[in-house]
């Protein structure tokens, strides 16, 4: 039986901010596309830029970033990084009232949230590995990913029902007041975090930018896993608009159904996650990387042969349910192996490129896919994106030789 670990009172703050800012994004989840097309009357076209440019966009910004988060405490950049998103996101409300609001606003502000959001978790990660024992590192990120799945299991149908109580942009505010209180969260860590030393004169170099990418790209390990991610996670996210319009406008699922057959599932999230620490213990970490990244790629070709009716719902969230699983299984272990191959003085670098080629590779599969969708059919686009998740496992093959020539520190310190 393994036992509940203690990770102590300050692991325990940030794990509480990290929960209310992850809850008040369940809340405001697709709140920005909401609003523009209640309060603004936004096309397809323009709900779909704000969709894609924003975090795009966003992404370019973080680049940059980078260098400046890897040199500056920690702590202090999440915090900075939390009240940047409270203030972008506390101008829409302000902006509703004085019927202001504009498609331009909510672009800056979709774009200003998601760098901010690569800028935190890259300054996160990396404090995490200094706060916590390095054996403690996969229950830290188990707990976070269950945080995470759970929030989306609960926040989007709550904010959906705030929405139609209390207007269009309730859920907005309920999202800034979140990063307000996760900064608060946060500050309420206390003691002297030490500050990052370098001897670069201009940390914040021209080649200081892609040394995230080269770290990742030249280690035998990583490199392998980073492929398979960006590609299981933009042909996941690339699946869900197809999916949207298959259900909902093709065979005829009412919104609720829809909803709940994304929602329920992710409940799984928590089995997964809290899965995730005896499953290394007793199989290994190398196990995991190639089973249970087989298992999060075969499941989504058979969204492909939904058919209408109770037995189509049942279809969907049984397949969502099984993914859903098997990603929150492998995830916290991804995380934890990722802090653990990367140096100290690299961690943000690192995060923050993994970041960003992952939310790259989103945007172009999905872009494509739904070009495939408009030409042919969305059953045949989920087909091809089914049939090509299936050849990703083949990049673990080659992580899994590595991994097996190394020592397996999870399992030693079960």
Avoid at 41 to 53: I, K, N, R, T
Avoid at 93 to 105: C, D, G, I, M, R
Avoid at 240 to 262: H, I, N
Wanted: proline share 6%; glycine share 8%; charged share 10%.
């Amino acid at each position: 039986m393994v036992g509940r670990r203690r990770l102590g009172w300050q692991f325990g703050w940030l794990w509480a901010s990290y929960a209310v800012s992850a809850y008040g994004s369940g809340l405001g989840f697709g709140a920005l596309p909401l609003i523009a097309v209640l309060v603004l009357h936004a096309g397809p076209a323009e709900v779909s830029a704000l969709s894609a440019v924003g975090p795009a966009v966003g992404a370019l910004i973080a680049v940059p970033l980078a260098p400046w988060v890897e040199f500056r405490r920690k702590r202090s950049v999440m915090i900075m990084m939390d009240v940047a998103r409270f203030a972008s996101m506390a101008t829409i409300p302000v902006a509703y009232a004085f019927e202001w609001l504009s498609l331009v606003q909510l672009l800056v502000v979709s774009a200003v949230v998601a760098a901010a959001k690569i800028a935190f978790n890259a300054a996160s990660g990396a404090y995490l590995k200094a706060l916590v024992r390095p054996d403690d590192l996969l229950v830290a990120n188990a707990r976070f990913e269950s945080t995470n799945w759970s929030s989306i299991a609960v926040g989007p149908p709550l904010g959906g029902a705030a929405i139609g109580l209390f207007g269009p942009v309730t859920t907005v505010v309920a999202d800034a007041l979140s990063y307000l209180l996760s900064a608060l969260g946060i500050t309420a860590i206390g003691g002297q975090e030490e500050a990052p030393r370098t001897t670069d004169k201009s940390p914040v170099r021209a080649g200081a930018l892609l040394d995230g990418w080269r770290h990742i790209m030249g280690h035998p390990g990583l490199r392998p896993l980073y492929l398979n991610q960006m590609l299981v996670a933009g042909l996941i996210m690339a699946t869900e608009p197809l999916l949207a319009v298959l259900l909902l406008r093709q065979l005829g699922f009412p919104p609720w159904q829809y909803a709940l057959a994304f929602a329920a599932p992710c409940l799984g999230g928590l089995i997964g996650s809290r899965l995730a620490r005896r499953v290394v213990a007793r199989f290994g970490r190398h196990w995991v990387f190639r089973t249970v990244g087989t298992l999060r790629a075969i499941w989504l070709i058979g969204l492909a042969f939904v058919r209408p009716g109770a037995f189509g719902l049942v279809t969907v969230t049984a397949i969502e349910l099984a993914i859903i699983i098997n990603m929150s299984l492998y995830s916290p272990v991804l995380a934890t192996y990722r802090l653990e191959h990367t140096p100290k003085h690299l961690v943000a670098r690192t995060l923050t490129a993994w970041s960003i080629g992952q939310q790259a590779s989103i945007a172009v599969l999905t872009a494509l896919a739904g070009l495939l969708a408009d030409v042919t059919s969305p059953r045949t686009a989920l087909t091809v994106a089914g049939l090509l998740i299936l050849t990703t496992p083949l990049l673990l093959l080659r992580q899994d030789q590595t991994l097996q020539h190394e020592p397996e520190l999870s399992r030693s310190h079960s």
